[in-house]
């Protein structure tokens, strides 16, 4: 037997080197491949080509087939790059959506160069220093904007309401944002922090605002919003835990390919509050610092998970530079939390994660001995409904009709009532604006309606009646969804207004006033009972 183990052992070392030359040489010979393809496409295709976008949508399509967080940042892209690591960029603080032939601004950050200048959400950019921006897509304008500090630009823009178009110059500068629009209370006792993204000083920010809300005499919880944050940052993911849980704490651990780069990430200093009752609201789009978080105060049966089940992010990219200011943005790993739980989802369709059931998902215990998942993100120890925009109200979002509507609105009111006070309530109003607008949309049963009318006239079917009867009905039926989905509706037209006179900060204070999931987490706050008792499992 020893015999034989002296030569299979060499034997397999040898392959394996043979095996490493053979993939370096595959690596060597595709790249020349590669190089003379593009070349030869450069040089001898009929039409004019870009180059940098012939490359741009190779890059893309070798990349596409890892997983969708893995992407190329070219130099075009770094500013954007920039607002998800430090929440901080050079330009205007405006964000525009192409609708019809102009990018449009659909929100303006609040101290920032387009507030300062006066710009308003609703106008539409005519040109940019002279040139013509009609028919320019978000990003031609986006790069067309982009400046150094304290250079300017001149705008030509046709606002709403207005007898003509407007001269606009303003000042580039850094953009800040501010990653806690708002905290403080909710709610007799209970304290309320909303942390939209994981940029720098995500920790200290929602540290600062808790010793803050510790001042207030009888404060008896914390709820920790982290929903519709898709993450940032994995060390202020950890800096955030610390927040709540001693120091010296397994938060998160990271493994890949390359055994040096595993880390394992512990809190590093005191805690503002090891005590105090926390409920963290996450949903669907919570992702992964997001997910770090809830699920590591999770496992270590810190705070009581309240929402729906998160995104299912469970990996670690570093950005590596690739030249010429282009960088690429890599997996390297997977993150595992305090139970050994990886919460990475396994499966995707579209670039979307797709919802592994239970029974597939393997077993992990908490602190206190509850029962976690791994793989496809981490679910809620309070599972609450989510009702998202369908139907009509959708419909109303997609085709801008409730934007259009508050910029009508807000043309002949020069301001509102305070966050808290102010309600909308006109709705009849809104339907008439509405009609005028010639409002309609398609239906999933619609879209189905048209596919069995095809089957059947291929099938040589006569359904022609029953056909005409089911489109009757359906029609009936939207006309009054609309009405059905008027409490919502409102809402929306009433945070689309907040927000055109109080900034992404008033949507986020508006929204609490009637906020559902708020109301439970107060609720379950108010009763230490209950909330031990999950905890305890």
Request: charged share 25%; glycine share 14%; no cysteine.
């Given at each position: 037997m020893n015999v034989k183990l002296k030569f299979v052992l060499p034997a397999l070392l040898l392959s394996a080197g043979v095996y490493a030359q053979g993939n370096y040489f595959d690596i060597a010979k595709n790249m020349e491949i590669f190089a003379n393809a593009y070349r030869e496409v450069n040089h001898s295709y009929v039409d004019a080509l870009d180059p940098n976008q012939v490359m741009r949508r190779g890059l893309d399509a070798m990349l596409e087939g890892l997983d969708p967080f893995t992407n190329y940042i070219s130099e075009t892209d770094i500013e954007s790059y920039r607002?998800?690591?430090?929440?901080?960029?050079?330009?205007?603080?405006?964000?525009?959506?192409?609708?019809?032939?102009?990018?449009?601004?659909?929100?303006?950050?609040?101290?920032?160069?387009?507030?300062?200048?006066?710009?308003?959400?609703?106008?539409?950019?005519?040109?940019?220093?002279?040139?013509?921006?009609?028919?320019?897509?978000?990003?031609?304008?986006?790069?067309?904007?982009?400046?150094?500090?304290?250079?300017?630009?001149?705008?030509?823009?046709?606002?709403?309401?207005?007898?003509?178009?407007?001269?606009?110059?303003?000042?580039?500068?850094?953009?800040?944002?501010?990653?806690?629009?708002?905290?403080?209370?909710?709610?007799?006792?209970?304290?309320?922090?909303?942390?939209?993204?994981?940029t720098e000083n995500a920790g200290q920010n929602v540290g600062d605002a808790l010793s803050k809300l510790k001042k207030t005499p009888g404060l008896k919880g914390v709820i920790l919003d982290l929903r519709d944050n898709g993450g940032g940052l994995l060390n202020e993911a950890v800096n955030l835990v610390n927040v709540f849980v001693p120091k010296g704490e397994l938060v998160a651990s990271t493994r890949g390919k390359v055994p040096e780069w595993d880390l394992n990430l512990r809190t590093q200093h005191s805690p503002i509050d090891k005590d105090i009752p926390v409920v963290v609201l996450m949903n669907k789009m919570s992702a992964s610092a997001s997910e770090v978080t809830a699920g590591a105060l999770q496992d270590l049966d810190r705070a009581v998970i309240m929402g729906q089940k998160s995104y299912g992010k469970g990996l670690v990219q570093n950005t590596k530079e690739l030249g010429y200011n282009a960088r690429i943005k890599l997996t390297t790993a997977k993150y595992y939390i305090p139970s050994g739980r990886c919460i990475q989802s396994v499966r995707y369709k579209d670039g979307q994660p797709v919802d592994i059931p239970e029974a597939e998902r393997a077993q992990f215990k908490t602190r206190n001995g509850r029962t976690v998942l791994d793989g496809g993100g981490i679910k809620p120890d309070v599972v609450l409904p989510h009702d998202t925009a369908h139907g009509a109200w959708k419909a109303l979002l997609d085709q801008n009709i409730i934007f259009d509507y508050v910029t009508q609105y807000v043309q002949s009111r020069e301001s509102i009532d305070s966050i808290e006070v102010f309600e909308y309530t006109d709705f009849d109003g809104f339907l008439a604006f509405v009609q005028t607008k010639k409002f309609d949309y398609q239906t999933h049963s619609e879209l189905k309606l048209a596919e069995l009318r095809k089957i059947a006239e291929q099938e040589n079917w006569q359904l022609d009646a029953e056909m005409k009867a089911l489109e009757a009905k359906i029609q009936a039926e939207k006309k009054g969804e609309i009405l059905r989905q008027k409490e919502e509706i409102l809402h929306e037209i009433e945070q689309e207004i907040v927000g055109r006179y109080y900034f992404h900060r008033g949507k986020v204070r508006k929204n609490l006033v009637n906020d559902p999931e708020v109301k439970e987490a107060v609720k379950l706050l108010n009763d230490p009972g209950k909330y031990q008792s999950i905890l305890k499992g």
């Open positions: 607002i998800q690591v430090d929440g901080k960029y050079n330009g205007l603080g405006a964000t525009g959506e192409r609708v019809g032939d102009y990018v449009v601004l659909v929100e303006i950050i609040e101290n920032s160069p387009a507030h300062k200048a006066g710009l308003k959400v609703g106008d539409a950019l005519i040109s940019i220093d002279g040139q013509s921006a009609k028919g320019r897509t978000e990003q031609e304008v986006q790069d067309f904007l982009r400046g150094y500090p304290g250079t300017k630009t001149e705008l030509m823009v046709r606002r709403p309401g207005a007898a003509k178009d407007l001269k606009i110059s303003l000042e580039r500068g850094e953009v800040i944002i501010p990653n806690v629009p708002h905290s403080g209370l909710v709610a007799d006792g209970v304290g309320y922090i909303n942390l939209t993204t994981f």
